[in-house]
């Protein structure tokens, strides 16, 4: 079964910083099959990001995933005040789907 | 647009049923699965559920196998979660999810999520 670890668990930035958040994969897997989320306090998630690095229809260009293997990043180029939020990864693999246990990004 | 309508939840005792509907819209239904995610409270997001888009192809996380049915009904756009035996600890938001496109209805992917449905599983 694979484990998703994301770190850190909450991120304390200001608005114009840049956010990195980080998603461990406990083995290899296929960036084809990572996903990238994003939650506000009493919303549905948004999807961000497909395929690892792909932006979903309307998401602003200072959202970017990369990665492989075990180690993916999504990456927030300057941080506005709507991009503080709860962030998830997401991979699926033969008939199983698996999430990693969020990271918050607040402000500092 | 893209709607998922979802319907059905509450408060039910330990060891109760309960059914979910997910009422979809906008989109060529049948060619998509559909998967149900849940989140316990003040908790991250876990995956529950899925059937695929001929509802040939059902899976189910560890945690609800043999207690949680998926199904699905293309001509009225529905799917349906059925919840038996349920424990405390199956009290959660229920969010319908959709699969991104580029996955040809594999449901690897969640584009699209309804805004969710609460089950509390109390005494």
């Known amino acids: 079964e694979i484990v998703l670890t994301q770190s850190p668990g909450t991120l304390s930035l200001s608005p114009g910083e840049r956010a990195t958040l980080s998603c461990r994969a406990s083995q290899t897997v296929s960036g084809t099959y990572l996903g990238w989320y994003q939650q506000k306090p009493g919303q549905a998630p948004r999807l961000l990001i497909y395929?690892?690095?792909s932006r979903a229809t309307g998401i602003p260009d200072r959202f970017s995933g990369s990665g492989s293997g075990t180690d993916f990043t999504l990456t927030i180029s300057r941080l506005e005040p709507e991009d503080f939020a709860v962030y998830y990864c997401q991979h699926y693999d033969n008939s199983r789907w698996t999430f990693g246990q969020g990271t918050k990004v607040d402000i500092k | 647009e893209v709607q998922l309508l979802e319907s059905g939840g509450g408060l039910v005792q330990p060891g109760g049923s309960l059914r979910l509907s997910c009422a979809a819209s906008?989109?060529?239904?049948?060619?998509?699965?559909i998967s149900w995610v849940r989140q316990a409270p003040g908790k991250g997001l876990e995956w529950v559920s899925t059937v695929s888009g001929s509802a040939t192809n059902t899976f189910y996380a560890d945690s609800v196998k043999g207690r949680f049915t998926i199904s699905r009904d293309n001509s009225k756009k529905m799917v349906y979660l059925q919840m038996n035996s349920l424990r405390a600890e199956d009290t959660a938001v229920y969010y319908c999810t959709k699969d991104h496109p580029y996955y040809y209805g594999l449901g690897a992917i969640f584009d699209f999520w309804g805004q969710g449905i609460l089950v509390t599983v109390s005494s």
């Open positions: 906008g989109f060529n239904f049948h060619s998509f699965a």
């Open positions: 395929g690892a690095s």
